[in-house]
């Protein structure tokens, strides 16, 4: 009886040190198929880190072109006008004038730039002011420029400074009295003729006058008409 009892407390020693090896066992395994699965996941992300394209930077916007603002003289002259009396506030035009542009014809009476030149008698200087409106190449910059001060004479007929109550008629409104005088005739026969004007003053009739010009210029001109800038009504064929 003794002897079966120390058979058995021997056998169940075995088992218990053999069971204990077998945990042992299986945590060292279940602790290197944890660090396998994590070194796995570890050089997945290495991967895919590398094989990825960096991202691009976003583009920036592209600047809205600005298309050209037309206007008739006296809308245009006003730009300049507030700008002149800033320079000089006797200051008076004695002359105003069409800037020609690719981007317009002026043969609705409105042009995307316009020039006027101003004098001061008592301090005989003067400066000239264009406004644009014009994203053309070649036309004056948008907004309000200047030139430099220059010399003016009160005596030179070409220059006689002139109130701007006088300027009554707009642009548009002497195209269509040049028009009822050959003006049609020009554009019917060739519609891509430009229309330009200049305004300044006659001392002989004392009279503000639009020059109306079918042609980029007076020398080139196919027609010009001159209607009077304060009533509107036609005075003569120049050419």
């Given at each position: 009886m003794k002897t079966?009892?120390?058979?058995?407390?021997?056998?169940?020693?075995e088992m218990s040190r053999v069971l204990s090896r077998a945990k042992k066992l299986r945590s060292r395994?279940?602790?290197?198929s944890a660090?396998?699965?994590?070194?796995?996941?570890?050089?997945?992300?290495l991967l895919t880190g590398c094989s990825s394209e960096p991202e691009k930077p976003a583009e920036p916007a592209k600047p809205e072109v600005k298309g050209p603002e037309l206007l008739t003289a006296r809308s245009?002259?006003?730009?300049?006008?507030?700008?002149?009396r800033g320079w000089n506030q006797e200051a008076k035009p004695y002359r105003l004038?069409?800037?020609?542009?690719?981007d317009g014809n002026g043969r609705d009476g409105k042009w995307a730039a316009w020039r006027a030149s101003f004098g001061s008698p008592t301090?005989?200087?003067?400066?000239?002011?264009?406004?644009?409106?014009?994203?053309?190449?070649?036309?004056?910059?948008?907004?309000?420029?200047?030139?430099?001060e220059d010399s003016y004479s009160p005596t030179n007929a070409s220059t006689q400074v002139w109130d701007v109550q006088f300027l009554k008629i707009d642009s548009d409104q002497a195209l269509a009295t040049a028009?009822?005088?050959?003006?049609?005739?020009?554009?019917?026969?060739?519609?891509?003729?430009?229309?330009t004007?200049?305004?300044?003053?006659?001392?002989n009739s004392n009279q503000l006058i639009w020059h109306v010009i079918y042609g980029s210029s007076r020398e080139n001109a196919k027609l010009t008409v001159s209607v009077d800038a304060s009533t509107g009504e036609f005075i003569r064929v120049e050419k």
């Open positions: 079966a009892s120390l058979a058995f407390a021997h056998c169940a020693g395994m279940l602790s290197m660090i396998g699965v994590g070194a796995a996941l570890l050089s997945l992300a245009g002259f006003q730009k300049t006008y507030v700008a002149a004038e069409s800037v020609v542009t690719s301090q005989r200087s003067a400066k000239t002011f264009v406004w644009s409106g014009s994203a053309a190449d070649g036309a004056p910059s948008r907004g309000v420029s200047f030139g430099i028009q009822k005088h050959g003006g049609d005739k020009i554009l019917e026969k060739a519609p891509d003729t430009p229309v004007y200049v305004c300044d003053w006659n001392r």
